[in-house]
């Protein structure tokens, strides 16, 4: 319904397979109805979210925080990236390049990161993007909730999805078949990703004060035990292998009960649990529910036939292609997707095959 049917999506336009985008997306998303009700509303890295929709408050695409370029050399942000686009400097200069990274960020994830060889093991200088992109990521977020006036704030941290894909394998207990050596390397970082992203989690709590509800979700778990692999397969999608299908939900604030398990809870009862904390009517089409249980007080549920009836959405920028091709080779490197096939008709038609299956 919402029109995100994979990571990537044919562009018959300009015959070429493209990231998926806001483009994509067919439906109101909850910064789309709290802008439209005149809700103060910032957004930080939530997928996808390029190019960035013009929301009452500032918004910070997904394609933010990804380094394109080597230290040194100028590191230009995509059109699109944030909106008002008057704040784009502000957040230029909020970002952490991998080169910036120093000992002193890298040695209590990996102790023992003097021994790798890095010409023939590449897997530090991938851990030091995903640390990078995770401090951009939080200096955008935190900037946001000191600096401005905010009703709604959501930040999205993919961080400990990638740290999680490079290095669960070497989490203890020791796999069969894993090298020693690099078992030994590698097997605090997982933990040591969750403390890190922990103490990030501590500091917006400090930022925040008692009348803030602060709602933490994950859509997906991880593989941490014997059902992990030491390799993929290879095909489309082979990362979500390593996925757990139940994710996290937990909430907080002044009329959350406390100490109380949530039941039954999915993604789709995110936004109309959002919508209830706002005192907002529900929209006939969703089809999630407001999670009613977690609330002191009981809710006057309201609703309305759709929200896509009302709200108006504005994208500033169009998509831009370099910055396009730059999100699919990323893509790519992740393993989230394969290489577009050379022959446009077969890449064209690879992709639509694949949102039509995950469909």
Known sequence: ????????????????????????????????????QKLKTNVVGWWPSHPAEAVNGTMVSNFYQKATRPLGQSWPMAPGTVSPKASTKIFKNLRVHPGDLTDEHIL???????????????????????????ATIHNAGTWLIEHTDWDFMAVYYDNIDHFCHGFMKYHPPKIKGLDDTQYELYKDVVNNAYKFHDMMLGRIMDLVDDETTIMLIS???FESGVNRLLSLPKEAAAPAYDHRAYGVFAAMGPNIKKDELVFGATLLDITPTLLSIFDLPQGKDMDGKPLLNIFKEEQDIKYINSWDDVVER??????????????????????????????????????RIENQFNL
């Open 1 to 36: 319904k919402h029109g995100v049917l994979g990571f990537t999506e044919p562009d018959y336009s300009n015959r070429s397979v493209r990231p998926v985008s806001t483009e994509s997306r067919k439906t109101s998303a909850i910064w789309n109805i709290l802008s439209q």
């Open 314 to 351: 504005k994208v500033e920028e169009k998509l831009d292609a370099a910055a396009s091709k730059e999100a699919l080779d990323m893509l790519i490197d992740l393993g989230y997707v394969e290489k577009p096939d050379e022959k446009t008709e077969v890449a064209l038609e690879k992709a």
């Open 108 to 134: 209590p994830f990996i102790p023992l990161a003097g021994q790798v060889n890095q010409d023939e093991d590449r897997r530090l200088n991938s851990f030091g993007k995903i640390l990078a992109e995770a």
């Open 219 to 221: 859509d997906h778990g």
